[in-house]
């Protein structure tokens, strides 16, 4: 065990940076975390210093290490997606890095829709842009901090910007650079999309695409994180694709779903399909693309009704068994999210909607009918998206048995939850690591939740229900921008 290479995977989240080192055989040494704070401001500034980031990395990366007594042999990093992160020639910050969940760019977003723009951009490259998209922060940076894009030498991502920091290398993957300004290849950034977005002048700031980034460890990174100056560092693809890595999405057809605060529901698909209805985006992963469905619902749902009911998230499997399927005639449409909906619809009118309800209603009915919810919203992702073949899940709600039982009985499916910990970490090290690790042994699944064919007939009664609800409740949702316009000063 001693002479064998150990790999450090890197996970650089939106609320959590996370270090693991792997054996071998992809057991999970040491795993440590530290809270990543996020800057609120005025206008809806959601932002992160990139000097505080850097340091908690180093904190946790020098505590596993330590733990497992092992020097790694790589270190694999990945991280939040979207997003803008400005950096100068010296991978320094000219600003704070701009979250994918900053909504300063939402008016600039709203006026590009009324010029066709995001549909424009989706027939280009399969990526329907969000205010929190580097497009229309980019735009929003060029019409209120012109001299901080003159300062500035790349506008990348967060991984981009702590691989810049570790390596002095400029550049991104194709997974992070296929949208929103990818040319559809996976390989370039489009003219046509940097013309539609009024962003031609600031082409110069988007890092080159290579097919995975690598490095060596730059004394500056080595200090940081006490490892060997010209250790190999790689970086990508960002957190999405590197959890279907992960987690084993090897075929056509199979999917993950990453069970979060959103609700991720991603499939892979061999080709770029930019029909339909503009939602979600695709992601370039090698010779092959993830038709991801980034829905705005999540455990964030769940946990609004459980602090309004007073109840404890250890209290979820408990509820889930006091309701029986179909919640008592309780009906939710989950669209909680203060943003609106980004998939498999774009609507930021979105609202949720809890019917059905009567005097014999429990609280155990609410939170099955929630969870249902989300359950049905899955589906209504995967059947856009194209799931034909194998669904493995992970994220935080994957640990709650009882509520994988309702998604399962709901899409119909097994369901295979990914070999844990810390999925996304571990398909940052398999991408980087190659042929040098037996990667089904590393995406083995720890359990599979089979359907049950009773409740079968139950639940396609019920998703018709909530399709035919989710019509009727989008033609009533206010328009937000209308209302601001007529509600008087």
């Known amino acids: 065990m001693r002479g064998e290479p150990t790999f450090l995977g890197v996970d650089v989240g939106t609320s959590v940076v996370k270090a693991v080192v792997f054996d071998g055989g992809g057991r999970a040494l040491a795993v440590r975390g530290r809270e990543l704070p ?61 979250s994918w969940l900053d909504g300063r760019a939402a008016g600039i977003l709203h006026s590009w829709e009324e010029d066709g723009v995001p549909e424009a951009v989706y027939r280009a490259n399969g990526t329907r842009m969000f205010p929190g998209t580097a497009a229309p922060l980019l735009a929003w940076l060029a019409e209120h901090e012109p001299e901080t894009l003159d300062r500035a030498a790349t506008a990348g991502y967060c991984k981009d910007a702590v691989f810049g920091r570790l390596t002095g290398v400029r550049a991104t993957d194709p997974s992070d650079s296929s949208m929103p300004f990818g040319d559809g290849s996976g390989r370039g950034y489009s003219d046509t999309v940097l013309s539609l977005t009024g962003l031609d002048d600031h082409r110069h700031l988007l890092p080159p695409v290579h097919t995975l980034p690598e490095g060596p460890l730059s004394a500056e990174g080595a200090a940081l994180l006490g490892l060997p100056e010209g250790l190999p560092v790689s970086s990508g693809p960002f957190d999405f694709p ?124 609410l939170v099955r009918g929630v969870c249902e919810g989300l359950a049905y919203a899955a589906r209504h992702c995967f059947e856009t998206a194209g799931l034909s073949g194998r669904l493995l899940v992970c994220g935080g709600g994957s640990r709650s048995l009882p509520w994988l039982q309702v998604f399962a009985d709901v899409l119909g499916t097994p369901l295979a939850t990914a070999r844990a910990p810390e999925v996304g970490a571990r398909g940052a090290v398999l991408t980087a690591a190659g042929d040098r690790v037996d990667r089904r042994a590393w995406t083995a699944p720890s359990a599979v939740v089979e359907p049950e064919p009773a409740r079968a007939s139950r639940y396609e009664d019920g998703y018709a229900r909530y399709l035919d609800h989710l019509s009727a409740a989008r033609a009533l949702w206010p328009d937000e921008h209308e209302t601001r316009r007529s509600t008087p000063a």
């Open 38 to 98: 996020l800057s609120h401001g005025p206008g809806g500034a959601v932002e992160q210093d990139l000097g505080d980031l850097m340091r908690s990395l180093a904190e946790v990366v020098r505590a596993v290490v330590a733990e497992s007594g092992r020097t790694p042999s790589l270190l694999a990093l990945t991280g939040q997606g979207d997003g803008c992160w400005l950096t100068d020639a010296d991978h320094h910050p000219v600003r704070p890095g701009m």
């Open 242 to 365: 590197a959890c279907a890595v992960g987690a084993g999405v090897e075929a056509d057809g199979d999917a993950l779903m990453i069970i979060g605060t959103t609700l991720g529901c991603l499939v892979r698909t061999d080709r770029l399909d930019t029909g339909g209805e503009p939602a979600g985006f695709h992601i370039a992963t090698g010779d092959r693309w993830l038709r991801a469905m980034p829905a705005m619902v999540g455990t964030a749902s769940v946990d609004w009704l459980l602090s309004t009911l007073r109840m404890d998230v250890d209290e979820l499997g408990a509820s889930l068994a006091e309701s029986d399927p179909g919640a008592g005639g309780v009906e939710v449409l989950p669209y909680l999210a203060t943003s609106g909906e980004r998939a498999p619809f774009v609507d930021p009118r979105a609202r949720g909607q809890i019917s059905g309800v009567r005097l014999t209603t429990s609280r155990h009915d």
